[in-house]
């Protein structure tokens, strides 16, 4: 799936069927849906759901949460924008998938 293929299945009710834990809860959290996205990002107990994790309580303000989620992912504490470190996110795992 492309970018703007996972953009555009916003539009459903859910997500596709073919997308990880971790690119689930990119989409919940695009949705504005910050719980269903952090149960899909703690259902995947990879390091992308690690990174994902992350940047949901990074997201919430909970930079000591976010921290150490980081730090299981393998990732340093992103100090991009939001938006920049979902895009980037979503990216990386789509180019993965």
């Keep these: 799936m492309t970018l ?3 953009k555009l ?3 459903g009710n859910s997500p596709p ?3 990880s834990p971790a690119l689930a809860g990119l989409w919940w959290d695009a949705k504005g849906d910050w719980e269903r996205a952090h149960s899909s990002a703690m259902a995947d107990k990879t390091n992308d759901g690690s990174w994902v994790h992350a940047y ?3 997201k919430e303000g909970d930079k000591t949460n976010a921290a150490g989620w980081y730090s299981r992912a393998k990732k340093n504490f992103c100090q991009n924008s939001l938006e920049e470190e979902w895009l980037s996110i979503a ?3 789509l180019s993965r998938s």
Excluded: I, N
Aim: hydrophobic share 35%.
């Design 4 to 6: 703007e293929q996972f």
């Design 9 to 11: 299945s916003l539009d």
């Design 17 to 19: 069927s073919q997308l």
């Design 56 to 58: 949901l309580h990074r």
């Design 91 to 93: 990216q990386d795992l």
